[in-house]
C-alpha cells in the first residue's frame, strides 16, 4: 500500500479556498486517490475519488498531476462547517479492500 | 445513498463484561465488512475484515478472542468486546464495501464505549 504523507494541521477563514495536498511517491498504476472528512465522534465521510487530471463534485475538486505522485484537494470557499479532519488515501482497485488511514489534515476554519 | 447504521451509539460497562455492537447495511448487501478502532486524536486503525459466511481476518496485534467478529448475513456484522477492561475503551466504526466503484466504502456513524 502507497503511504500518504499530508500537512498535520491548516488553518483558514471562512469565505476562503482551502487546498489540502497530499504526496504518495509509491502510487501504484491500480491505485486510485480518495479523500475522505470525519468530525469528532462520527465516521469519516466520502469526499471525492479520483485516478488522474482533476475531478470535480458539488462538494470539492481534486487536483492529480500526469505522475500521481501528489494529489491536491480544494475546498471552495470554507465555512466554519468544514472544520474537520480530512483524509487522503491511496486505494487499490481491487473489490473489498480494505482502507488504511494515516494521521490526516485537520482543518480549522475560523470566522 | 449507501447508509450504515451502528448500534448502540454509546456504551458504558463495567469491567469483565461483554459488549457487543452491530452494523448494519441499512439499503445494500455487503459481503465485506471492515471494523475500525479509533482513540482520541488518533487515526482510524484496521481492527479487521468481516466477510459474510467466513471467519474473519483479524489485522496483527489484534486479538480475535477478545474482538469476536461475526458476519451473519449480508447486512450484519457485530463485533463482541468480550471481557472488556478501561483500555478498551474506544471510538469503534464499522464500513461496509459497496460494489460499483473503484472500492467505495460507507461508514457507521461509530459506537464509544467506555469501560469502568
Not at chain 1, 491548516?10 to 468530525?39: L, R
Not at chain 1, 491536491?72 to 462547517?81: A, D, K
Not at chain 1, 481491487?94 to 475560523?110: D, E, H, M, N, R
Request: charge should be positive.
Amino acid at each position: 500500500l502507497a503511504k500518504t504523507t499530508q500537512p498535520i494541521s491548516m488553518d483558514s477563514y471562512e469565505g476562503q479556498e482551502v487546498n489540502i495536498t497530499c504526496s504518495h511517491n509509491n502510487i501504484a498504476t491500480n491505485d486510485y486517490i480518495t479523500w475522505y472528512q470525519q468530525f469528532p465522534s462520527q465516521g469519516p465521510r466520502f469526499i471525492i475519488q479520483g485516478y488522474k487530471t482533476k475531478v470535480t463534485n458539488e462538494v470539492a475538486s481534486l487536483f492529480i498531476p500526469a505522475d500521481r505522485k501528489s494529489s491536491t484537494l480544494s475546498l471552495p470557499r470554507v465555512s466554519l462547517s468544514d472544520t474537520a479532519v480530512y483524509y487522503c488515501l491511496v486505494v487499490l482497485n481491487q473489490a473489498g479492500t480494505a482502507l488504511i488511514f494515516g494521521k490526516g489534515t485537520t482543518l480549522s476554519v475560523s470566522s | 445513498g449507501a447508509v450504515v447504521s451502528q448500534h448502540p451509539s454509546r456504551v458504558i460497562c463495567k469491567s469483565g463484561t461483554s459488549v457487543k455492537i452491530e452494523c448494519r447495511s441499512l439499503d445494500f448487501q455487503a459481503t465485506t465488512m471492515f471494523w475500525y478502532r479509533q482513540f482520541p486524536k488518533k487515526s482510524l486503525m484496521l481492527m479487521a475484515t468481516s466477510n459474510e459466511g467466513s471467519k474473519a481476518t483479524y489485522e496483527q496485534g489484534v486479538e480475535k478472542d477478545k474482538f469476536l467478529i461475526n458476519h451473519a448475513s449480508l447486512t450484519l456484522s457485530t463485533l463482541t468486546v468480550t471481557s472488556a477492561h478501561p483500555e478498551d475503551s474506544s471510538f469503534y466504526i464499522c464500513s461496509a464495501f459497496l460494489a460499483g466503484g473503484p472500492d467505495t466504502q460507507y461508514f457507521g456513524p461509530g459506537t464509544r464505549l467506555t469501560v469502568l
